[in-house]
């Protein structure tokens, strides 16, 4: 008896340990999200990191991209592409949906139904952005950046365990 019950509250508390991700942009209604995933960005020396988050809305899906940056001028800007594991890319326009605060800028790019199907399959190996920012001695570094799904920046020939995030298992889940 006491093993059917931990077994029921081990999955019950599991359940919502899933559904506790979700995503508001500039405070609309909570969307169901992924982890927020740290994508390595080694061209980025600033902090070589930028955060991934993935969404579900009623019409497709939503990636939040959000990276530190130096000075309150930059910001990620144009459009932003997402190249999968079996090599296709979305192509994301920029709707200006941006937020910046204590040293981090975020922007927002919406999916359709069909690109929403193919993240569903396939993993994300990278994000390609644009950070762009005011002309200053000592500011921002600007350019285009790629983020790729790695989990760590070194690993030895040895190591044998993933080295990427299961995005498309995640997605599939919301």
């Known amino acids: 008896?006491?093993?059917?019950?931990?077994?029921?509250?081990?999955?019950?508390?599991?359940?919502?340990?899933?559904?506790?991700?979700?995503?508001?942009?500039?405070?609309?209604?909570?969307?169901?999200?992924?982890?927020?995933?740290?994508?390595?960005?080694?061209?980025?020396?600033?902090?070589?990191?930028?955060?991934?988050?993935?969404?579900?809305?009623?019409?497709?899906?939503?990636?939040?991209?959000?990276?530190?940056?130096?000075?309150?001028?930059?910001?990620?800007?144009?459009?932003?592409?997402?190249?999968?594991?079996?090599?296709?890319?979305?192509?994301?326009?920029?709707k200006n949906v941006k937020e910046s605060n204590e040293g981090k800028t975020t922007s927002y790019y919406y999916f359709t139904p069909a690109e929403w199907l193919k993240l569903k399959k396939n993993d994300i190996y990278a994000v390609r952005f644009i950070i762009s920012g005011g002309p200053t001695t000592f500011g921002n570094q600007t350019g285009y950046f790629t983020a790729y799904n790695k989990m760590n920046y070194f690993s030895t020939a040895f190591d044998k365990s993933k080295k990427t995030f299961d995005t498309a298992k995640e997605i599939s889940v919301l």
């Open 1 to 94: 008896m006491n093993l059917k019950l931990t077994l029921l509250l081990l999955l019950f508390i599991s359940t919502f340990a899933k559904a506790q991700h979700s995503i508001s942009v500039k405070g609309s209604a909570l969307f169901p999200a992924t982890q927020e995933y740290t994508f390595i960005c080694e061209k980025y020396a600033f902090t070589g990191e930028a955060k991934i988050q993935i969404a579900k809305t009623e019409k497709g899906g939503i990636l939040k991209i959000t990276i530190d940056t130096a000075n309150d001028k930059a910001r990620i800007a144009g459009g932003l592409y997402v190249d999968l594991a079996n090599a296709d890319v979305i192509a994301c326009t920029d």
